[in-house]
């Protein structure tokens, strides 16, 4: 059943929000695969928008190859990240890299696998914490950042 709505009632409607996926790819060694993104440098997970039609363990899966020529088995949902400003959700699973082999692609100009030292030292705080949170065995994690940094919990 298609809904239309008048422009009314599209003035009213409560902002819409968009799905990401992410992975928190980890190595037997411990290191922890990340990317430094095309669009704006920095480094983060790779990931990217959750499309219509896909289970979000099948994104994380197709997002990562994509962004890094690695192939993944998706585990355990280890977080739930909201971007109050930009109105996102991320859900971020911790992978074992199943195959492949590493690349960029068109989304990123470098792929690493670090340390959680050099995650913390080339990431963000609100991006780093989404891997260190995978880390620690206590999840999942529900965060919230106002696009800079985390909202302490309430």
Excluded at 81 to 90: C, E, H, L, S
Excluded at 103 to 120: C, I
Excluded at 145 to 151: A, F, S, V
Aim: proline share 5%; with cysteine; aromatic share 4%.
């Amino acid at each position: 059943m298609l809904l239309y709505m008048s422009q009314s009632q599209e003035a009213t409607s409560p902002p819409l929000h968009s799905v990401s996926v992410a992975g928190v790819v980890v190595r037997e060694d411990g290191h922890l695969l990340a990317i430094r993104r095309a669009d704006i440098g920095t480094w983060e997970l790779p990931g990217g928008i959750l499309e219509l039609d896909e289970t979000p363990e099948a994104g994380v899966a197709r997002e990562v190859w994509e962004e890094t020529g690695i192939h993944v088995e998706v585990n355990d949902l280890t977080g739930v990240y909201k971007n109050t400003t930009r109105g996102i959700v991320a859900l971020i699973f911790r992978c074992k890299p199943s195959g492949g082999t590493k690349r960029t692609s068109s989304e990123s100009t470098a792929v690493s696998w670090l340390t959680p030292d050099e995650v913390s030292e080339r990431m963000s705080e609100v991006y780093a914490i989404r891997l260190l949170d995978a880390l620690d065995g206590n999840g999942p994690h529900v965060r919230s950042r106002d696009g800079k940094q985390l909202i302490p919990a309430e």
